[in-house]
């Protein structure tokens, strides 16, 4: 038991290396969720429950990465007094559970407190914000109803497509005019991937690091966080597979 313990912690506490950033605690959740605009999805579980175990084993093999860009992740170790003290306040006995959270002004109106097992994740979240999707259509708001089907876009089945064909659909409609580039969200994208970068840079995944420091400068190329991510490419230059990001040659016209 003591092994499984120590594996559950090593899983949840490392989950940014396989592409999820994990907040600690609920203020925490609560506070970007607002600064942010987005849903959260707080898990609770407990890391002496062999089902909680499981969940964490299945979360670091990347079945929820396809949510990763669109919703915020908190932690909520069920041990801990103030968050055993939550889950009573909501009259929930069973664990694991993703409480979801929208905090998207327009959203939260409609998207109340919602309890969902982590078997019926993708369900539910399809469920949801599908049916916000066709509530903001029928309104005539199309930006918020695309918004709404872009969050379940990523969700990797036949619901995933669903969403994302929406979306697809309203672009076509061209009911939305689309803005250029917005230097404020280029600049958030690009500190979101020098973020990610020197995450990978402390726990040694430098070949991955080196791509999103890439994207840092693809995203917002003549900025200041585009020069610290030059520097960290410099720095960790000689510790990646050239050939990875060797770009490929036109060979067109090409004889053998």
Not at 97 to 124: G, H, W, Y
Not at 217 to 244: H, N, R, W
Request: glycine share 6%; hydrophobic share 35%.
């Amino acid at each position: 038991m003591l092994k499984k313990t120590t594996l559950l912690f090593l899983v949840i506490f490392t989950c940014s290396l396989f592409g999820i950033k994990w907040l600690r605690g609920y203020e925490e959740g609560i506070k970007e969720g607002t600064k942010q605009e987005k849903p959260v999805l707080f898990l609770y579980f407990n890391p002496k429950q062999e089902e909680s175990l499981k969940l964490s084993y299945a979360i670091s093999k990347g079945h929820l990465d396809g949510l990763k860009d669109k919703f915020l992740f908190v932690e909520m170790n069920a041990t801990k007094k103030e968050n055993a003290d939550r889950l009573k306040s909501y009259k929930i006995n069973e664990i694991p559970m993703f409480i979801l959270q929208d905090f998207e002004p327009k959203r939260k109106l409609s998207v109340k407190m919602l309890f969902i097992q982590p078997t019926q994740i993708f369900n539910a979240l399809f469920e949801v914000y599908s049916k916000l999707g066709n509530q903001f259509m029928g309104l005539g708001d199309v930006e918020a109803a695309r918004d709404a089907y872009d969050l379940i876009s990523g969700i990797p089945n036949e619901l995933g497509a669903k969403a994302e064909n929406a979306v697809k659909q309203i672009d076509k409609s061209g009911k939305i005019k689309r803005k250029g580039s917005n230097k404020t969200d280029d600049l958030k994208k690009a500190q979101s991937y020098f973020d990610q970068a020197i995450i990978f840079i402390k726990n040694g995944s430098f070949d991955k690091a080196y791509l999103y420091l890439e994207k840092v400068i693809e995203t917002s190329p003549k900025s200041k966080i585009a020069k610290k991510a030059q520097t960290e490419m410099d720095k960790i230059y000689d510790k990646v597979d050239k050939s990875k990001f060797l770009k490929k040659k036109d060979t067109k016209g090409s004889k053998k």
